[in-house]
């Protein structure tokens, strides 16, 4: 290894400390990516499975996998809200209305 | 204001911005790091450990800047009823976690060879614990309720009452005593860094930004598929019932 | 509609004011607990006794001296108006040097030596390379701990 490249990773004495601050940076930035990543894409398989197993559901499954959100609204699942139908105050039903 | 409260809009434009912020945040760490740790100075009181402020820095700007925007969200969702606020404010919540644990170790870790103590209970470093603390408490809060409904809403008000704290971390270093020194860049009559070491930290800065829209993207599109599988088990629930 | 959404905006809008306005009354009212840390001038306004208490000041330059035991170190910490005299055996923090901010964990003795259990450096909000300081040292234009660098301390502390 050359003096330079030891001199770089000596950090001036303070490596423990320079290093560990950036490895746990890309760790927890890493960590983090990953989980989301993985925690979208096995949403999106459980939702697949559920609307390939309810066929009321098919043409509108169609129409999200086209990328065209022109159902989307009425797909709404926003908070549960719509789902369970009259628990909100009548303003809430505004929120999505406006489309 | 509800132009983009319907999902599925929010979904394709959301679709147009992730790739652009991915990219953008690995060009910005590629130069940020390189700034950092190779091209930029040591400091001349302390000497190489200034390159922890720039994981240090972004990390602590970014964990108020979270909060900060899931406080809007929860007011927008509180008084509008912004169907977008509330999974936006889910979403975010873990990152912010993440970039305040990140801020609370990097500068214990900076913090020992320096001032000589891992930590200390003075108003900063005290007031942001509270933030890492008022990050859990959301998240543990909105998983604690059954009805989504309630639950968003107790965890709107939580945000709101907690965001008295933001102030409180900012001006903690001139309003009272601390070991924690004053702010170097935000600050009345300029930044009091060199920028030699300015561009690194506002290019990490930056990068970390990108970073964090990427990222909420890809959470909040989780979020949107969590409530339609809610839906959809409970329309079939009721359709078996 | 507008009117039902208005209100929640109003009732949100005092309830931040309310909340913001009672924060803001607790903390000045704990005040002294906040702070982390007196200066020599709130000690010779308000002599402390025999508690333990943190010093913050400026480490008084040409004041460090190490004693025959190796260990031992006194000097004096500094704000614009007073001064205390400091005692602390143990290992300083890599900080720790003459003009530099500096905060000592200790009791004050009955000679009115303050006398320290641990020591802590406090470093100030500039950073710059070692040439420009070394430049700006040499044309006098240096003076990184010059008071109103930091404006808004409450009681002249560092």
């Known amino acids: 290894m050359s003096q330079t490249m030891k001199e770089f990773l000596a950090m001036g004495g303070y490596a423990p400390y320079v290093w560990s601050s950036y490895g746990l940076a890309l760790l927890l930035l890493?960590?983090?990516?990953?989980?989301s990543v993985a925690g979208l894409r096995?949403?999106?398989?459980?939702?697949?499975?559920?609307?390939?197993?309810?066929?009321?559901?098919?043409r509108r499954k169609a129409d999200a996998a086209g990328g065209d959100g022109g159902e989307g609204a009425?797909?709404?699942?926003?908070?549960?809200?719509?789902?369970k139908g009259g628990q909100n105050d009548a303003t809430d039903a505004d929120a999505g209305g406006g489309e | 204001m509800h132009r983009f409260a319907n999902p599925a809009r929010f979904l394709r434009l959301a679709t147009i911005i992730l790739p652009w912020a991915a990219l953008l945040s690995v060009g910005l760490f590629i130069a940020g790091l390189w700034l950092a740790l190779f091209n930029s100075p040591g400091d001349y009181q302390q000497g190489d450990t200034v390159r922890i402020m720039y994981i240090h820095v972004p990390?602590?700007?970014?964990?108020?800047?979270?909060?900060?925007?899931?406080?809007?969200?929860a007011a927008c969702a509180l008084v509008w009823r912004h169907p977008l606020a509330e999974v936006y404010a889910r979403a975010a919540a873990p990152i912010g976690a993440g970039f305040t644990l990140l801020c609370l170790v990097t500068g214990s870790l900076w913090g020992e060879p320096m001032w000589g103590t891992w930590w200390v209970w003075d108003a900063r470093l005290t007031s942001v614990l509270i933030l890492f603390f008022l990050y859990l408490g959301f998240m543990a809060l909105v998983n604690a309720f059954d009805d989504p409904v309630r639950a968003n809403r107790a965890g709107s008000i939580l945000l709101l009452v907690g965001a008295v704290n933001v102030p409180i971390i900012k001006f903690s270093v001139d309003w009272w005593n601390t070991l924690h020194q004053p702010a170097s860049v935000?600050?009345?009559?300029?930044?009091?860094?060199?920028?030699?070491?300015?561009?690194?930290?506002?290019?990490?800065a930056l990068a970390f930004q990108t970073y964090f829209v990427a990222v909420v993207i890809l959470r909040m599109r989780a979020e949107l598929a969590d409530a339609k599988i809610q839906t959809l088990r409970m329309a079939r629930a009721s359709a078996q019932g | 509609m507008m009117t039902r959404k208005k209100r929640r905006l109003y009732l949100l809008g005092i309830a931040m004011l309310g909340l913001g306005t009672a924060t803001a009354l607790t903390l000045s009212a704990f005040e002294e607990n906040v702070a982390y840390f007196f200066s020599p001038s709130d000690l010779q306004a308000k002599p402390p006794g025999d508690r333990l208490i943190r010093v913050g000041g400026l480490v008084e330059a040409g004041s460090v001296s190490k004693q025959g035991d190796g260990i031992t170190t006194d000097f004096v910490i500094a704000d614009h108006a007073a001064t205390v005299r400091v005692t602390f055996s143990g290992a300083l923090p890599d900080l720790f040097?003459?003009?530099q901010g500096v905060l000592a964990e200790g009791r004050m003795r009955p000679d009115g030596v303050f006398q320290a259990r641990e020591i802590l450096a406090k470093h100030d909000e500039n950073y710059m390379p070692k040439e420009v300081a070394d430049a700006l040292k040499k044309s006098g234009q240096f003076r990184p701990e010059a008071p109103g660098s930091k404006p808004a301390a409450g009681n002249g502390g560092v």
Do not use: K, Q
Not at chain 1, 42 to 58: G, H, V
Not at chain 1, 74 to 83: C, D, K, S, V
Not at chain 2, 59 to 73: D, G, I, K, L, N
Not at chain 2, 197 to 203: D, S
């Open chain 3, 97 to 99: 040097r003459e003009g």
């Open chain 1, 42 to 58: 096995s949403r999106e398989r459980t939702l697949a499975a559920l609307e390939a197993a309810n066929p009321r559901r098919r």
């Open chain 2, 59 to 73: 990390a602590a700007w970014m964990s108020m800047f979270t909060y900060s925007s899931m406080a809007v969200a």
């Open chain 1, 30 to 35: 890493l960590v983090l990516l990953v989980a």
């Open chain 1, 74 to 83: 009425a797909m709404l699942p926003m908070t549960g809200g719509r789902g």
């Open chain 2, 186 to 204: 935000f600050r009345m009559g300029g930044p009091t860094i060199h920028p030699d070491m300015l561009w690194p930290l506002l290019l990490m």
